[in-house]
């Protein structure tokens, strides 16, 4: 059924953090790899450390939130090199810990990332994939998935609008030789909490994560979750009364507002 050792590999947001991470971690020789994100320059540099591992890797620069502009590039892509996985992976990240209500632009802007952004690119290899009965799709939330954080109201909804689309998704696509898996990992020390002031626990490196995130692709998680302490931890606090869980939070905020993470 699932692919667990890829050959051909699609991932977006591959120009920077784990989706840089993962595409070092699948490059191996015979192995093809498609880079897309935004900054055609990182894209470049990542695809010369893939390169250098042996693998043949492939640039798009497109924007996620494009839904015609990286249908054309997937279905090019995947006509050349018929794909066996693909990370839906780019997002970006909107924290306002200064008790500010995050700009409604930025707010618009993460959905379409964030979310919109991920079926623009499951969407097109689901057709794809049914029909060849085999292959492979990723989905990266987080634990925000699991709990409101209390500074990202858009980010939070939009990991768990990602979190039930690829469970359900999941679910139907089984019957058709295609897995699904959605990540949800904590804090892993990439440029989109660089500027976090507050505690990280149990944060962990991109290369970690990406090991981590192959790991459970390779035994078909339905949940790659990590830590996994953390994690259920996570899952404990989003169960809670909203007063309690306010309460506790209550008690982290401080800092002043910082922007869109782009
Ligand atoms: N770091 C964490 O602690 C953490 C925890 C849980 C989940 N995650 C999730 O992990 C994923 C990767 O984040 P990261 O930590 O690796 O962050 P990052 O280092 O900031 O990387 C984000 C990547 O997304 C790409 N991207 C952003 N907007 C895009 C767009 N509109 N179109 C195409 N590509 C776009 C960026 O590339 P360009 O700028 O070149 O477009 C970049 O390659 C995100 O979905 C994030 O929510 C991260």
């Not at 450390?49 to 494009?66: K, L, P, W």
């Not at 696509?173 to 976090?196: K, N, Q, R, W, Y």
């Not at 192959?214 to 899952?235: C, K, T």
Request: charged fraction near 25%; include cysteine; charge should be positive.
């Amino acid at each position: 059924m699932e692919e667990r050792n890829p050959r051909t590999v699609v991932i977006t947001g591959a120009s920077s953090g784990i989706g840089r991470s993962l595409a070092l971690e699948y490059s191996a020789p015979g192995v093809v790899i498609g880079l897309v994100g935004r900054d055609g320059r990182r894209l470049d540099q990542v695809a010369t450390a893939c390169r250098a591992r042996g693998a043949d890797a492939v640039t798009g620069v497109v924007d996620v939130s494009d839904r015609a502009g990286l249908d054309a590039w997937l279905r090019e892509f995947d006509r050349r090199h018929p794909v066996d996985l693909v990370v839906a992976n780019a997002g970006v990240l909107v924290r306002m810990p200064g008790g500010e209500v995050e700009p409604a632009d930025d707010a618009y802007r993460l959905m379409q990332i964030n979310v919109l952004g991920v079926l623009n690119t499951a969407q097109p290899m689901i057709a794809r994939m049914k029909e060849r009965g085999r292959g492979q799709l990723a989905l990266i939330a987080s634990v925000a998935a699991f709990t409101p954080l209390p500074h990202s109201p858009s980010y939070s909804a939009s990991k768990a609008a990602v979190l039930n689309y690829g469970l359900s998704l999941r679910a139907v696509l089984a019957h058709h030789g295609v897995g699904v898996s959605v990540v949800c990992c904590g804090f892993v020390e990439t440029p989109m909490i660089a500027d976090i002031k507050d505690p990280k626990p149990f944060n962990m490196t991109a290369e970690k994560a990406a090991l981590r995130i192959r790991r459970g692709l390779e035994q078909d998680r339905a949940v790659i979750m990590f830590p996994l302490f953390f994690a259920l931890m996570s899952r404990l606090d989003g169960l809670l009364p909203d007063r309690v869980r306010r309460f506790f939070y209550a008690h982290s905020q401080r800092g002043k507002a910082s922007a869109i993470n782009r």
